[in-house]
């Protein structure tokens, strides 16, 4: 099984739709969570950080249920500029910080 | 402020040649260092990450391998470069905490086809 789990999609959506995503971590003692986005032929770049109560940035919420091992990205009233892969990234701790990046939702937000 | 540099943007090598990417940070001491390789369409596979100077793990057995000389220095090499060696490489570098492990941030990448 691997570290850290995606459904790679693509997701194809309308502008102005709502799209979740959902990630699945294996280690219990993952310590912090992120998502990152990357864009075509670029580096990742981090959207947001995933806190256990949940957080939110604009049209963006992570979600983060430890007992599930799940982490989710909810993107509200989809933009165009929204097309990137969505990659999920966890941090465990074995024996020297280790951070893990899921294999990436791709998203196409259409007009 | 905390930078990193990752050189070559680019690079094509023909296959059997040796391979050598670099990567520096400034503005932190002892970070954690990382090396992913991203193929065409794929996610982000970790190769090597290390916590310390001459302290390498490495995630996949394959012809890379890495070293830390010095505290903000990560070379990614290899001696004979095969086709499958073509992708996206990247570097990244994490700051050490005393508390929550942070957030990694990653060079521009080296994007290498092996012909």
């Known amino acids: 099984r691997k570290e850290v789990e995606q459904d790679p999609g693509p997701f194809n959506v309308p502008e102005g739709a709502t799209v979740a995503f959902n990630c699945t971590y294996s280690n219990s003692a993952s310590q912090s969570f992120f998502w990152y986005r990357q864009d075509c032929r670029k580096e990742p770049k981090l959207l947001m950080s995933v806190y256990s109560s949940g957080n939110e940035d604009g049209r963006f919420t992570a979600q983060l249920n430890r007992a599930s091992q799940y982490i989710s990205l909810l993107i509200r009233d989809s933009k165009l500029s929204d097309s990137a892969t969505y990659l999920c990234?966890?941090?465990?701790?074995?024996?020297?910080?280790?951070?893990?990046f899921g294999a990436g939702t791709r998203l196409f937000v259409k007009a | 402020s905390q930078t990193i540099h990752q050189w070559p943007a680019t690079l094509v090598q023909p296959v059997g040649s040796p391979l050598s990417l670099e990567c520096t940070v400034e503005?932190?001491?002892?970070?954690?260092l990382y090396w992913y390789r991203q193929a065409a369409g794929r996610g982000l596979q970790l190769l090597f990450y290390s916590v310390g100077i001459g302290q390498i793990s490495s995630e996949v057995p394959q012809n890379l391998s890495a070293s830390r000389p010095q505290d903000r220095q990560f070379i990614l090499s290899s001696k004979k470069l095969l086709l499958s060696d073509s992708g996206f490489y990247l570097c990244?570098?994490?700051?050490?905490?005393?508390?929550?492990?942070?957030?990694?941030?990653f060079g521009q990448g080296t994007r290498l086809t092996v012909v």
């Open positions: 990244a570098f994490q700051p050490k905490t005393t508390g929550s492990p942070v957030r990694a941030f």
């Open positions: 503005g932190t001491s002892n970070p954690n």
């Open positions: 990234v966890v941090i465990s701790n074995t024996g020297g910080f280790k951070t893990i």
